[in-house]
């Protein structure tokens, strides 16, 4: 019992040790995801084995100031998504918001069937705008009834998984599919009109995860582009998708920082996606991220429909006069050299908001 417990403190004191080193290499940033699950068994082996075994001699107490040090910094990882920090995304005052949307984002998983069961979801939220990631020809054609509900949409459905489609209530102006970093990997921009004539620019990313033999330098070049677009951008911007990465990752705040986008799940809670079917590994790979001109009315995880991600829902009010109110933290010089560091070594070219010019194709919108 003895060796058993200090051979998985050492495994939970190297684990969070490692994420510290600033590597694309996969098996060092898979380990960002289970910060929450870590700090958690490493509290009940530290407590165990003082308990059963207590600290007296000397390579005790190293083993347990490492132990502690490990769920330290696990913590001040996470501990953003608690109650206990003061939100970042300030939520609206107005009681009749004008130029209030929804939008819902979902990866259906291209395998699963429950059509019906996904459609029973977006009809219960009716949201404005809907991201599907994942899905293939068969889902598309399997969801063809929102069609009628949308009036606009963006298609790209792929065998791959990384298939998406965007409908929209709103209207789409300079639509456009783009291949910004990997053959295959789509995402989408578009400028939404709203029915009072303001406009907002939309991004959807799904980059690849960490995973063997495939390391996360393409994931951060793609996010770190769009975030430097966004940032770019005349309009406010919003940027959605599954990005197969935590909230709590340096990428993830890179991109933040980067972006000038809030998070309206700091200070409120993990709203964790992945994984539907394991409770105990669940973690926040679906996101929206929102300028500040935006003002947070409600933030929901919906209900399992078969996927493994629970899709999300949020409504935004756009209140550009008030964005003031918010704080939006910036990068510092050497996450500056970071950002630009990752994207030279991909020698990724930015495109411009309005007239991208990488790996794109014109997208189709009804309307």
């Known amino acids: 019992m003895k060796l058993a417990l200090e051979l998985l403190g050492c495994f939970f004191i190297l684990a969070s040790l490692l994420t510290l080193v600033k590597s694309t290499n996969w098996w060092i940033r898979i380990l960002d995801f289970p910060r929450v699950q870590v700090a958690l068994l490493g509290t009940l082996v530290l407590g165990g084995y003082g308990y059963l075994f207590g600290y007296e001699l000397l390579t005790q107490k190293i083993f347990a100031g490492l132990l502690v040090l490990a769920i330290v910094n696990e913590l001040v990882h996470v501990h953003k998504f608690t109650p206990f920090v003061r939100v970042q995304a300030l939520r609206s005052r107005i009681k009749a918001p004008k130029n209030s949307f929804g939008i819902m984002i979902s990866n259906v998983r291209m395998s699963n069937t429950n059509y019906d069961r996904f459609l029973k979801v977006v009809k219960e939220n009716d949201p404005d705008l809907l991201l599907i990631n994942e899905p293939n020809q068969r889902w598309a054609d399997a969801i063809s009834e929102l069609d009628d509900r949308y009036p606009y949409c963006i298609k790209e459905p792929l065998e791959n998984t990384y298939g998406m489609m965007l409908y929209s209530k709103f ?34 990313v799904h ?14 070049a793609e996010l770190l582009t769009v975030a430097k677009m966004a940032k770019d951008s005349p309009y406010a911007s919003i940027v959605i998708g599954d990005l197969n990465d935590v909230a709590w990752s340096y990428t993830t705040n890179l991109f933040r920082k980067l972006s000038g986008l809030l998070d309206p799940r700091i200070g409120r809670g993990f709203y964790n996606t992945y994984n539907a079917f394991v409770p105990f590994f669940r973690y926040s790979l679906d996101h929206i991220f929102y300028d500040p001109a935006f ?15 629970f899709p ?12 003031y109110e918010h704080h939006v933290p910036e990068p510092n010089q050497e996450e500056q050299e970071d950002a630009e560091e990752l994207l030279n070594n991909l020698e990724v070219d930015i495109p411009a908001t309005a007239s991208p010019n990488t790996l794109q194709k014109k997208a189709d919108g009804k309307g």
């Open 171 to 204: 209207k789409l102006i300079d639509s456009e599919v783009r291949y910004l970093v990997e053959e295959g990997i789509p995402s989408f921009y578009t400028l939404i009109e709203l029915p009072s004539g303001k406009k907002f620019d939309l991004f959807t």
């Open 295 to 309: 003002r947070l009315i409600r933030m929901k995880r919906l209900p399992f429909f078969g996927s493994d991600h």
């Open 312 to 323: 999300m829902f949020v409504r935004l009010n756009y209140e550009p006069l008030e964005a």
């Open 207 to 220: 980059p690849q995860p960490p995973h063997l033999h495939k390391d996360t330098d393409t994931r951060e």
